[in-house]
């Protein structure tokens, strides 16, 4: 807004018969002439349509400084004595005493070459003649800082300001940058502690399970010892020893009086036998 696109259209136009003296539409080289054309055409309709105004007669005054809001521009005009009516058309943010600066600059360029001439002559006459005294005045007050040191000054407050806007979301940006860093670490934290317990409890049921596989093999080669066991007869003799009644050694142990007993029992024996 500073330094393009400010001045857009300048004319000039009388109040007695309606009819637009001069027009000039100041643009870019980047605008194709369709738009040129397009744009220069909507500017003149606003043109006719304030000056054919059925309150112009009682609201326009001479000398008097007139600005309307027009979507995104802004439309200011003056009146002489002659009812010689003087427009420019700037952005919506072009200051309005610099838009009057802007016509001040039409007004003499055209009274003092013009003035009498642009009282009689025809619709759009005075385009050509003007075309080039309009885009030198529209080139020179399109550049705001060059024409206003108050601009210059907003200029320089709009810069700072927009370094000091960068630099605080810079901070924001590096704060909600800390802050994001933080969450994940907390989060990698919580994570890991989340881990940890599940080992944990990974670890614990992976000991349990292996300590009832043992012991269920264990079970299993205890059943297959006992089997085998059985099988071999051990515990079969082991039984029948236990319900053999054990032998004294003193039954089988002869006592010298058994042993003469018995002699004398062998020799009656044989006695008889002799008789």
């Given amino acids: 807004m500073l330094t393009r696109n400010n001045i857009k259209f300048l004319a000039i136009a009388r109040a007695t018969d309606k009819v637009i003296v001069a027009c000039y539409l100041h643009s870019s080289d980047s605008i194709s002439s369709r738009d040129r054309k397009a744009d220069l055409t909507l500017f003149k309709e606003m043109l006719s349509k304030v000056i054919r105004a059925p309150m112009w007669t009682s609201q326009?005054?001479?000398?008097?400084?007139?600005?309307?809001?027009?979507?995104?521009?802004?439309?200011?005009?003056?009146?002489?004595?002659?009812?010689?009516?003087?427009?420019?058309?700037?952005?919506?943010?072009?200051?309005?005493?610099?838009?009057?600066?802007?016509?001040?600059?039409v007004q003499r360029v055209v009274v003092s070459t013009y003035g009498s001439k642009a009282l009689t002559c025809a619709e759009n006459e005075l385009d050509g003649d003007c075309t080039q005294p309009f885009a030198a005045i529209a080139t020179t007050y399109n550049d705001l800082i060059k024409q206003d040191k108050l601009s210059e000054?907003?200029?320089?407050?709009?810069?700072?300001?927009?370094?000091?806007?960068?630099?605080?979301?810079?901070?924001?940006?590096?704060?909600?940058?800390?802050?994001?860093?933080?969450?994940?670490?907390?989060?990698?934290?919580?994570?890991?502690?989340v881990f940890c317990n599940s080992s944990r409890k990974l670890h614990h049921?992976?000991?349990?399970?292996?300590?009832?596989?043992?012991?269920?093999?264990?079970?299993?080669?205890?059943?297959?010892?006992?089997?085998?066991?059985?099988?071999l007869g051990v515990f079969t003799n082991r039984s029948s020893a236990e319900n053999t009644p054990a032998l004294n050694a003193t039954t089988f142990r002869p006592t010298h009086l058994d042993t003469y007993a018995h002699l004398q029992k062998k020799q009656q024996q044989q006695q008889q036998q002799q008789k």
């Fill in 60 to 105: 326009v005054v001479p000398d008097g400084r007139n600005s309307l809001e027009c979507d995104s521009n802004k439309f200011h005009f003056t009146m002489t004595n002659d009812e010689l009516v003087f427009a420019a058309i700037t952005c919506k943010e072009y200051p309005v005493r610099l838009a009057f600066q802007v016509i001040n600059a």
């Fill in 205 to 231: 049921h992976v000991w349990w399970k292996h300590f009832k596989l043992v012991l269920v093999l264990l079970f299993i080669a205890l059943l297959i010892l006992l089997l085998i066991l059985t099988t």
């Fill in 153 to 193: 000054v907003l200029s320089q407050v709009h810069d700072v300001q927009t370094i000091m806007c960068d630099s605080i979301h810079m901070a924001l940006s590096n704060t909600e940058k800390l802050e994001v860093v933080e969450q994940k670490t907390n989060d990698l934290t919580e994570q890991a502690k």
